[in-house]
Nanobody, 121 residues
């Protein structure tokens, strides 16, 4: 079992930057691929960024390329998501997840509770 706790969400203005964090604990979280999903009201959950267990491989959805940066610190068991140039359409609940082959499955085995990001125009 892996436990995940997100933090860093909030209400921001368009153009602002934000950093989300996800603290992992439990059974060897550093051996899992990790990712950030988001779900906006009335929309399906989407994978916006993922990173391999080593931190070498990364994936970004086309809608966030160039603005989102995913990183991880395995020594601290923490996952990060840097979001720049926020847009109102980035408003969503952001979820941290851990799993295997997340880009292929578009899902995770373990999930955090989510953190709300609201971008005002």
């Amino acid at each position: 079992q892996v436990q995940l706790v997100e933090s860093g969400g909030g209400l921001v203005q368009a153009g602002d930057s934000l950093r989300l964090s996800c603290a992992a604990s439990g059974r060897t979280p550093s051996t899992y691929d990790m990712g950030w999903f988001r779900q906006a009201p009335g929309k399906e959950r989407e994978l916006v960024a993922a990173i391999s267990w080593s931190g070498i491989g990364t994936y970004y959805a086309d809608s966030v390329k160039g603005r989102f940066t995913i990183s991880r610190d395995n020594a601290r068991n923490t996952l990060y998501l840097e979001i720049n140039s926020l847009k109102p359409e980035d408003t969503a609940v952001y979820y941290c997840a851990a799993g295997r082959a997340m880009v292929v499955t578009q899902s995770g085995a373990y999930w955090g509770q989510g953190t709300q990001v609201t971008v005002s125009s």
